[in-house]
């Protein structure tokens, strides 16, 4: 997530099972050749066997329009080490739109799979190149063309938000669309959209059919989420709510991995972006948010989030 989730948070969330794969911020593609740097700078995990820690994949993800040039960039990546491209056709953002990026190319299923054509070609004998989409821009009725447009034009998988741009992130998530996606590929489809609890992640599964699950905004809200959703699956028991001060602890965490490369002042306004994110979900993370969303000061800000001397059995949660 553009902004949001980085190596650092990527490493945080994998400490424990949960995920299978990750993918990086998208790196946006214009015309040129984007130079090495940027490529690290979005997944430094290139060097360090494209892995978080804990070993689990990182796909590095592309946006853009130009076949071409989107080509070029995949080569690129794959010349830098990356082990999976994604390319990303569901970015709502006005900017991004403006400059024919994202989901806008939803609007003409022939380009979305112009753009996934062409980088299958680049690298898609080396490694896999995926696909991730809404449910269109304005309207569904595209919706299953642009799937098997990305199909057609060799994704090796395909993730649906299930939403069109125009809903942005409004509930609710039209998982069953996503069913009705799934049904006509042969290609794996993975659900996206909303999923914030172990409740929502049964519900999207069952909605939609299928086996794998996105998740974005509930993993920051809970970043025991995928750990909960993968104990259940493996033994059937429910993990206890997310204690705030395993939450602190995640958070000072962050702080000091983001605290080697940044200034004090940028971490602090990190550290209150994820504790909005977690704010959502969680009524001692909204009472700690309103109390300290004019905090300034890193020290300050950990002091009050109660992670100045972080517990040690913050690492495990308690079966409920
Ligand atoms: C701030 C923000 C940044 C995002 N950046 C990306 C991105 O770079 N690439 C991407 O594929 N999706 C991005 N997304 C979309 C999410 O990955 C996800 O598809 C969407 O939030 C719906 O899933 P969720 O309800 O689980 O969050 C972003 C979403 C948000 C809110």
Redesign the pocket.
């Known amino acids: 997530?553009?902004?949001?989730?980085d190596a650092h948070t990527r490493d945080l969330l994998t400490r424990r099972p949960g995920f299978d794969w990750t993918?990086?911020?998208?790196v946006r593609v214009v015309d040129a050749r984007l130079p090495p740097r940027v490529f690290r700078r979005h997944c430094p995990e290139l060097d360090a066997g494209v892995t978080t820690p804990s070993g689990v994949p990182v796909a590095l993800?592309l946006?853009g329009s130009d076949p071409g040039a989107l080509a070029t960039n995949a080569e690129q990546a794959l010349r830098l080490g990356a082990i999976a491209v994604?390319l990303?056709f569901?970015?709502p953002a006005k900017l991004v739109n403006r400059h024919d990026g994202g989901a806008s190319l939803l609007r003409d299923p022939r380009r979305v799979r112009a753009a996934v054509a062409a980088v299958h070609a680049a690298v898609g004998s080396e490694i896999p190149v995926t696909a991730?989409i809404?449910l269109g821009f304005s309207h569904r009725r595209l919706a299953l063309d642009c799937a098997r447009a990305a199909e057609d034009g060799g994704a090796a998988q395909l993730?649906v938000?299930?939403?069109t741009r125009d809903e942005g992130?409004r509930p609710p998530?039209h998982w069953e669309w996503v069913g009705r996606i799934r049904r006509h590929l042969r290609i794996p489809v993975v659900a996206?959209?909303?999923?914030?609890s172990l409740e929502d992640y049964w519900k999207a599964r069952t909605l939609s059919g299928c086996r794998d699950v996105?998740?974005?905004?509930?993993?920051?809200a809970d970043p025991w989420l995928a750990p909960r959703i993968r104990h259940w699956l493996a033994t059937g028991e429910q993990l206890a709510a997310t204690p705030w001060q395993a939450r602190a602890k995640v958070l000072a965490d962050f702080a000091a991995l983001q605290r080697t490369t940044l200034p004090e002042r940028v971490v602090t306004s990190l550290i209150k972006q994820w504790l909005n994110h977690m704010r959502q979900r969680d009524a001692e993370a909204a009472r700690r948010f309103q109390a300290l969303k004019r905090i300034n000061d890193l020290e300050t800000l950990l002091a009050g989030l109660g992670c100045k001397e972080p517990e040690p059995e913050c690492n495990d949660l308690a079966l409920a």
């Open positions: 997530m553009e902004g949001v989730i993918v990086t911020e998208f993800q946006l994604d990303n569901g970015c991730k809404r993730v938000h299930a939403r992130y998530a996206n959209g909303d999923i914030w996105m998740l974005g905004r509930g993993a920051l």
